[in-house]
């Protein structure tokens, strides 16, 4: 335990300050997002590149591959689940709510045409490249094309953040298309997986099963968003009871944690739920004084995501 410990703060100290430097250079030097520089810190020090390299003294890499699907540790893996939780929290706070409800339509259409156009575009692309890949519904192909839909809705909210665009009309338009295209494709999977048994076993496609996932990943979705933001006002009155805006600020971090889980519970990602709180508490009149509790928590953890 001692050991796992000691290469944990070893690595978070080596991507804190590797993604701030990088960052800054980034930002300052070659005048493009600080994002940009964080990941680029990421590739640099990760497990295929310098984190591979043995350390005197330490006995192994500072970035090893562990034996696990995952290509960091369990323990830094947990950390940037967390930053990602706090990356899209604060995200839905900065976002203006009546300008995402005005454009939630034009960005539902902008997220179901990049899901439908990337995934033929991977599909047909595998046919293309792939010799022994005679049809675009070879399970290859179609499970390909789904890969090709996905999105990081993270990256995409930090640089409206950091350009100051996450209250735009091009902003929430971005930003509400990337929130459903995690939604469609968690469906679109789901689809996938149907499609590729009856390939395989001859079976019906299981449109019972596909049904109730795809219910309960918009049902989840389009619930939690319409009560989070009716309770918003009444929840907020509430808190300020305490009259410290400390306790409100944790109690609403709580909140979004609790439901950034429950969002994993119905197969969405978690910073899906993590954003919908968020939102819901944006048109309040403490949204920003915890936007401004959180930042330098924001700060530490962010980078870690990024990585």
């Known amino acids: 335990m001692t050991h796992l410990m000691t290469m944990l703060v070893l690595q978070l100290a080596i991507i804190i300050v590797a993604s701030r430097l990088m960052g800054w250079f980034f930002q300052n030097k070659l005048k493009q997002p600080r994002v940009l520089g964080e990941l680029a810190s990421g590739m640099i020090i990760g497990p295929y590149a310098l984190g591979s ?3 005197a003294g330490l006995g192994s890499a500072v970035f090893p591959l562990p034996g696990t699907t995952l290509p960091v540790s369990p323990e830094l893996y947990g950390f940037a689940v967390v930053a990602s939780i706090i990356l899209l929290f604060s995200a839905g706070l900065e976002t203006d709510l009546p300008t995402f409800l005005r454009f939630s339509a034009k960005g539902s259409l902008v997220g179901f ?111 939690s968003t319409v009560i989070g933001i009716i309770i918003a006002p009444r929840l907020t009155k509430s808190l300020k009871k305490f009259k410290s805006m400390d306790m409100i600020s944790i109690i609403s971090f709580g909140l979004a944690l609790f439901l950034a889980g429950l969002s994993e519970m119905v197969g969405l990602a978690m910073i899906i739920g993590a954003y919908v709180i968020g939102l819901a508490l944006s048109q309040t009149d403490t949204a920003h004084e915890t936007r401004e509790r959180l930042h330098g928590v924001y700060n530490f953890f962010v980078p870690i995501f990024l990585q």
């Open 113 to 223: 045409g990049g899901v439908i156009l990337s995934f033929f575009l991977g599909d047909m692309i595998t046919v293309l490249f792939f010799e022994d890949v005679v049809h675009f519904m070879d399970p290859r192909a179609l499970f390909l094309g789904t890969l090709s839909t996905a999105t990081s809705v993270g990256i995409t909210a930090r640089i409206l953040s950091e350009r100051r665009k996450m209250s735009t009309p091009e902003g929430v338009t971005i930003l509400a298309a990337a929130v459903l295209d995690d939604v469609i494709g968690i469906i679109l999977l789901a689809v996938v997986v149907g499609v590729v048994k009856v390939e395989t076993s001859h079976a019906g496609v299981p449109w019972g099963e596909i049904g109730i996932i795809a219910l309960k990943a918009f049902g989840f979705w389009l619930v």
């Open 53 to 55: 390299i043995n350390i």
